[in-house]
């Protein structure tokens, strides 16, 4: 069965501060990992890697792949409050499904 | 730009009753897909399509149907509503294949009592 696991699952931090999420797979024929941000309603696209090593970076958030270590992280410098959100993982891997992590619950005080 | 739209946002069911949750996408994807989100649990999949006429069982399918006659739908149909079906749906939609990024709808918050 595959699986997601994401770390820590819940954060509070100040502004200013730089945070690091983390999440780690073990699934069959890996194809892809990509992260979600959840405000209140529906998840928003942020990332799809498929290759270890190439940093994808959108503004202040950039995240890695590392499929040595079956696992990715995302960062998020100078945070702000609008960051605040539940950020989601979630590994592309044999038929044409996403298996997802529970997520982490960021928290952004000013 | 509508991408994916679902119907209705909120509703309340009575225990045993039925109802149909609509999802439609405009980006003419094969792959559609229907979540359940329950708090801190992240997300369930509970039916896909590859394609009009072809639905398969995700993880979670029990309690529930699909069906896809077109690209665009992709109905999902509770019978005999039970509490355990309290939660948010959302429907998603993807180009598939090598493109994973699936695109959300806004979800539909369902409470069965």
């Known amino acids: 069965e595959d699986k997601v696991v994401q770390s820590p699952l819940s954060l509070v931090v100040h502004e200013g501060d730089t945070v690091t999420l983390n999440c780690s797979y073990e699934v069959t024929n890996f194809r892809s990992l990509l992260w979600y941000k959840q405000e209140k309603k529906a998840p928003t696209f942020l990332f799809m890697l498929?290759?270890?090593?190439i940093e994808k970076k959108s503004g202040r958030l950039s995240s890695i792949l590392d499929k040595k270590e079956l696992s990715s992280i995302l960062n998020i410098t100078a945070t702000q409050t609008g960051d605040s959100a539940i950020y989601l993982c979630a590994v592309g891997a044999g038929s044409y499904q996403l298996t997802f992590g529970k997520g982490t619950k960021l928290s952004v005080i000013p | 730009n509508a991408g994916v739209t679902q119907t209705p946002k909120f509703r309340i069911l009575k225990i045993g009753q039925s109802m149909t949750l609509q999802c439609t996408q405009d980006?003419?994807?094969?792959?559609m897909y229907w979540y359940r989100q329950d708090p801190g649990m992240g997300l369930k999949l509970i039916y896909y399509?590859?394609?009009?006429?072809?639905?398969d069982k995700g993880e979670v399918p029990n309690g529930y149907n699909v069906s896809r006659s077109t690209t665009e739908d992709f109905p999902l149909r509770l019978e005999l509503a039970a509490p355990s079906q309290t939660s948010v749906y959302f429907c998603a939609s993807s180009q598939g294949l090598v493109i994973d990024t699936q695109y959300f709808g806004p979800g539909t918050r369902l409470t069965v009592l």
């Open positions: 399509s590859v394609g009009a006429g072809i639905t």
């Open positions: 980006m003419n994807h094969n792959y």
């Open positions: 498929t290759s270890s090593g």
